[in-house]
């Protein structure tokens, strides 16, 4: 008995292939990212779009950057999403092209966009005057981002969401975005767990700071809370933003000048070790005292008034007398006499 199927086509066969791979395909993609180059993106849209109103809007009587700030967000944001989706196309014919140093990094990428299109909606006053150049034209921008900052206009939420599609458009790369793929939300979950691009909150003590795993290393090298080794060697351990207080005031280890400073010991010395210098360097601060004291003293002189002052010394150690603070007092007074 002949078979009644009818023979498969080529268009049958290819679907059949579509359905396989897809099937086979992983479905649980990791969408996290660089949340600070996100948020850097975020920030030039609001000063992108402050451009853009202010330059279009310039010498005009009858309209201001807040009347053509909701219809100039729309095209912004539709302007950009063009540019991004095709940049890789564009990059790939560009390589065969004059060599031009051009930063592949996102943030300088979209700024460039941005640019093109702020360019593109100056109007005749702004082309054809000192506009672009002058400082009230700066003033003006940035007046109008504080007001939209203030008013909600654009809020950072709803322009990091669109940064974050700008970013994945252009980081061809994934070297800001993470691109693992997987069969099972678990295997997805798991991953999560380890991802270089996983949100983490600083541990030291006082600080509130979130960053993404890959930028620790960068975070603890600025953290203020952080707690760190004294810079000038104590044993004590200071929070960062405490250390210059700390090493100018209460650390041993602070370097002061020498007690017999002012008769000529050039010697600066840590705090805890003062008494340990003047024990060890007596004879020679005696002997700066001796002339300053004696300017017009023969050598002979001053050599018998140290030997005098050496005995006084000798009996000092004999006795233990090994305070410092006694022995610079009973100096003083022996040379004052």
């Known amino acids: ?40 993106i975020a920030q030039i849209l609001l000063l992108g779009l402050s451009t853009a109103c202010v330059d279009n809007t310039t010498g005009d009587l009858f309209k201001g950057p807040a009347i053509v700030a909701v219809d100039m ?55 054809v005057s000192g506009w672009l150049l002058s400082e009230r034209r700066e003033d003006k ?104 207080r700390h090493c100018i005031t209460v650390c041993p280890m602070k370097l002061v000048n020498c007690r017999f400073y002012s008769v000529g010991c050039q010697a600066t010395i840590p705090v805890c070790k003062s008494d340990e210098h003047i024990t060890e360097a007596l004879q020679s601060h005696v002997l700066c005292i001796l002339q300053v004291i004696h300017k017009e003293a023969s050598s002979a002189d001053l050599k018998y008034r140290m030997e005098q002052l050496e005995k006084v010394l000798e009996f000092l150690a004999h006795l233990e007398f090994g305070s410092s603070n006694h022995i610079y007092q009973i100096v003083s007074w022996f040379l004052a006499y």
């Open 73 to 127: 967000k729309k095209e912004m944001v539709d302007y950009l999403t063009q540019r991004s989706e095709t940049y890789v196309a564009e990059s790939v014919v560009e390589e065969g092209g004059p060599d031009t140093e051009t930063s592949d990094h996102p943030t300088d990428i979209i700024s460039d966009f941005i640019d093109d299109f702020t360019s593109s909606k100056r109007n005749l006053f702004g082309r």
């Open 1 to 40: 008995m002949e078979s009644t199927d009818l023979p498969v086509t080529d268009l049958e066969v290819n679907q059949i292939k579509i359905e396989e791979e897809k099937e086979a395909a992983p479905m649980f993609r990791c969408d996290l990212f660089d949340s600070e180059v996100v948020h850097k």
């Open 141 to 244: 921008i940035d007046d109008f981002v504080q007001e939209m900052e203030i008013s909600g206009f654009w809020l950072m939420d709803r322009r990091e969401a669109i940064s974050q599609a700008l970013l994945k458009n252009v980081d061809f790369k994934n070297t800001f975005t993470c691109d693992m793929k997987y069969n099972t939300a678990e295997e997805l979950a798991e991953h999560k767990e380890q991802c270089m691009f996983r949100t983490l909150n600083c541990t030291s003590e006082g600080c509130a700071a979130s960053f993404c795993a890959v930028h620790k290393e960068k975070h603890d090298a600025i953290c203020s809370f952080r707690y760190l080794p004294c810079e000038q060697g104590c044993s004590e351990t200071i929070m960062r933003h405490e250390m210059d």
